[in-house]
Every structure is written in C-alpha cells, then in structure tokens.
C-alpha cells in the first residue's frame, strides 16, 4: 500500500475507534458505570476507559469489530499484561482506589451494535 494510502486507512481506524470509546462510554454511563479515565497513559502502556461501578475498579477495552470473538482474540496475552499493569498504575496513584477489585472487561462495537463482556480476563494480582 502506498504512503497516503496507509495514512488514510490509519486515521479512519482512529476515528472508528473514537466513536467506538464514546459510544461504549454513553451506553455504560446508562449502565451506571462512572468513568474516571479515558485514554489514560502511563509508562506501561494505555487504557481506553477505566471505571468505577460498585466496589470494582474496571479497565475497559473497546474494540471496533464485526464480531465479540474477534474482538477478544485480537488482546493479546502480552497486551493483558500492558492493561493490567496500567491498571495497577492507575490504582497506586490514585489512594481511594486502592481496596476496589481489579476487573478487566471487552466492549465490542460495531455500527450501533454493542456486546459487553464483563470479566473478560482475570489477573493473578487483584
């Protein structure tokens, strides 16, 4: 693929998966999920959404995909590690945090069709 052809291609992922990270915000804001992160950025790695419902402390992936199951299959074990690394960053820095349990869901967006996975993987340190 040539040059301005990839960037093209590039930047219409990015704005897919913009709208995917606030269209999954809004549907989880009706959930009663309050988000205290989007994007959030620390040496380890990225998050796309962190929230807070109940006593958990969620990472929350969205993925722009036809499917659940490509979604899932596309978070790599080494990219687990990244999110919950960034996670535990999160939490460290932020003290009231601390005592939540750690949970880690997938949200799947495609067109205005949206599947949440809760729990989609567990971390050994939570």
Not at 29 to 44: E, I, N, Q, S, T
Not at 79 to 101: A, D, V
């Amino acid at each position: 693929m040539p040059w301005p052809v990839k960037k093209i291609v590039r930047q219409q992922a990015e704005r897919r998966g913009r709208y995917a990270e606030y269209y999954a915000m809004a549907w989880l804001c009706l959930k009663g999920y309050r988000f205290v992160a989007h994007r959030y950025r620390c040496p380890f790695g990225e998050i796309d959404l962190i929230a807070v419902k109940g006593n958990h402390l969620i990472a929350i992936e969205v993925k722009y995909r036809t499917l659940l199951e490509t979604a899932l299959f596309s978070i790599t074990p080494r990219q687990q590690q990244r999110i919950e690394r960034c996670l535990l960053n999160y939490q460290l820095l932020n003290i009231k945090n601390t005592r939540q349990q750690l949970c880690f869901d997938v949200v799947c967006v495609h067109g205005l069709k949206l599947q949440h996975l809760k729990n989609a993987w567990f971390s050994n340190r939570s």
